[in-house]
Every structure is written in C-alpha cells, then in structure tokens.
C-alpha cells in the first residue's frame, strides 16, 4: 500500500538556520502530496501542497518541490522563526479522499 | 473559513465506559474523517464517511464505531473505552477543491482512559 516516510525528529536549529525536512513516499500511482502543520495545542493546518511532478507548493516561506523521479517532495526554508517552531506532517492522497500520513517530525527553533 | 470543532479538547473516562465524540464541520463537505495521532506514529485513520449514513474503515477500526445522521455531524463510538486508546483523536472534513481533496482539521481530542 501507500506509504510516507519522513525524517526522524526531533529537529532542534537555531533562529534564522536553514531547515530542510525530508519526506519521501511510495504510491502505485500519481499522488498529490501535501505538508501539514501542527501547533502547539492546536489541530493540523495545511502548509502547502502540489499536485503534479515538478509542481512546486509555498506557503509562509516554506517551499517544497513534487519530484517523481525520487519520489520525494522535501520541506524547505531559508531562514526559521522561533514561531515555525511545531509538528510537521508529510502526506500524500492518490484522488480519493483518504490521505496517507507520516510520522511527523517535531520541530524546535530556539532564539 | 473552513470550520471544524470538536466537542471536547480534554477528556478523561474510565475502563469499559461508553465513549462519544462529537464532530461538526459547517462547511458543507461530504467527507468526514476521524484519526488518532500517536508519538512516533502519525495519524492512523480509523473511519471515514463520503455521505450521510455511510461509513468505511479505516487502518484502525477495532473498538470504535461511527455515526453520520447529519451532513454536518460525525460522530466516533468507543463502545467499552480501554487503556489502549489513550491518544489524542482528530476529526477532518473534506471536498474537491482545486483538483484535489483538501482536509480540514478540528482541534483534537485528548482522550485519557484510567
């Protein structure tokens, strides 16, 4: 079946550091793939997505780039705020309504 | 905006009770979703609904129910509450947006059985 793999966590970098959270995915077909965020206390919240290969989802500075041929969609961000500070969630959806998570990767940003 | 609540953010209940969480979605949406989140785990969906009265399982169904009366409304049964579903349980709701499905999260349900 379908399946996410993203970096184990914790992350913990320094304000203003470079972030980049690895998500890789199995599917048998042409998923769309997502990131979602969780704060602290709070519910998941959809940080972006993309639809097709080479599509690239940003959102808040965070960028990430669908790519087929590693199957791979990778979250990225030049410069974190202690405020990004949360759970990141890697998932993908194959067209129908489920969608197939990953474990979540806690991030910390310290000032 | 999208809205999802969830009738409880904190819950605790005893070993073999019966169990009711409550989910509404004001949106419109004909899909509904409920998930436990777990550390190290992810969020494992447990039951899903595309329409009034229908329902499919998910990954983890054993030990719940559901129930879906209303457009609006999904509701998640633990028949005989144990100790082994302390977690923190999440409700979603979705529809075709833009070419894809979109969730939509509640705030969650911490659930602690004793």
């Known amino acids: 079946g379908d399946s996410v793999t993203q970096m184990e966590g914790p992350v913990t970098l320094s304000e203003e550091a470079f972030l980049t959270i690895n998500c890789t995915y199995t599917?048998?077909?042409?998923?769309?793939l997502f990131w979602y965020v969780q704060y602290p206390g709070e519910g998941l919240q959809l940080l972006l997505k993309?639809?097709?290969?080479?599509d690239k989802g940003s959102n808040k500075g965070f960028e990430a780039t669908y790519r087929k041929e590693t199957t791979s969609f990778h979250l990225e961000k030049g410069s974190v705020q202690v405020s990004d500070s949360a759970v990141y969630f890697c998932?993908?959806?194959?067209?129908?309504?489920?969608?197939?998570f990953g474990q979540g990767t806690r991030l910390t940003i310290n000032p | 905006d999208v809205k999802v609540t969830q009738s409880s953010r904190y819950l605790v209940k005893r070993t073999g009770e019966k169990v009711f969480l409550e989910c509404v979605q004001d949106?419109?949406?004909?899909?509904m979703f409920w998930y436990r989140q777990d550390p190290g785990l992810g969020l494992r969906l447990i039951y899903f609904?595309?329409?009034?009265?229908?329902?499919e399982k998910g990954d983890i169904p054993e030990g719940y129910s559901v129930s879906r009366e209303k457009k609006e409304r999904f509701s998640l049964i633990l028949e005989s509450a144990s100790t082994n579903q302390t977690s923190m349980y999440l409700c979603?709701?979705?529809?075709?947006?833009?070419?894809?499905?979109?969730?939509?999260f509640g705030p969650g349900t911490r659930l602690t059985v004793t």
């Open positions: 609904s595309y329409d009034v009265k229908m329902k």
């Open positions: 949106m419109d949406h004909e899909n």
């Open positions: 998932a993908l959806s194959e067209g129908a309504q489920k969608l197939v």
């Open positions: 599917a048998t077909g042409y998923p769309s």
């Open positions: 979603a709701s979705s529809s075709w947006t833009g070419g894809l499905y979109e969730q939509y």
């Open positions: 993309a639809t097709k290969a080479d």
